[in-house]
């Protein structure tokens, strides 16, 4: 009997504190690849994400008393990519900023540095896909010696109900970074100072 009232115990400690479930922030790249850029700017680029950055794993709220947990940097950096890809010449991925070599090789002229910082919630007590995430990217330019030249922050909602999400549980995290990158796009290409 007691260790029938232990197990007991236990597992209702477990349902209590819930668990965080993986999910995903990549966008589909699709929309991000057909928007149309009728004024690219003939300059080559880097961006830099750290390595802390690119395997810092987040935790936030779904739904059911359980969290959803992702990595954003690491799930969206191709969005990133994608997004300069459409306004820049050639866009690299920067390794260290202090690699002035490299540079000079690439004849990269600016750096994107992305900012990410992420919420969810749910208004689901039973099921732990968020209904709701918000999606805030900044991103701050600089020239190869550290100046800096421009900076922007975007913020995107992204909603998902369970008729949507119960084949997607990402689908809420994903329409916000996606609209996040494709609101991002908009502010670069119309960034005046990018083209000096």
Not at 70 to 86: G, I, R, V
Not at 175 to 191: I, Q
């Amino acid at each position: 009997m007691p260790n029938s009232f232990n197990f007991f115990l236990i597992l209702m400690a477990s349902l209590a504190t819930g668990c965080a479930h993986s999910i995903q922030l990549a966008p589909d790249l699709d929309d991000l690849r057909m928007t149309a850029v009728s004024d690219p700017i003939d300059k080559n680029v880097g961006y830099y994400i750290s390595v802390a950055d690119r395997t810092a794993e987040v935790v936030t709220p779904g739904g059911g008393g359980d969290d959803v947990k992702y990595f954003p940097y690491k799930d969206t950096e191709a969005a990133l990519n994608t997004m300069l890809s459409k306004v820049f010449t050639r866009v690299y991925s920067i390794p260290n900023l202090n690699d002035t070599a490299f540079f000079e090789e690439k004849n990269i002229r600016m750096i994107f540095i992305p900012t990410i910082t992420t919420d969810s919630s749910s208004s689901s007590v039973v099921t732990w896909p968020a209904t709701d995430f918000t999606f805030t990217l900044t991103c701050t330019v600089t020239d190869t010696s550290g100046r800096k030249i421009w900076a922007k922050t975007v913020s995107a909602q992204g909603k998902a109900e369970f008729d949507e999400f119960k084949h997607d549980h990402s689908l809420s995290a994903r329409r916000a970074s996606e609209e996040a990158y494709e609101d991002m796009l908009s502010k670069v290409l119309n960034a005046d100072v990018l083209r000096e």
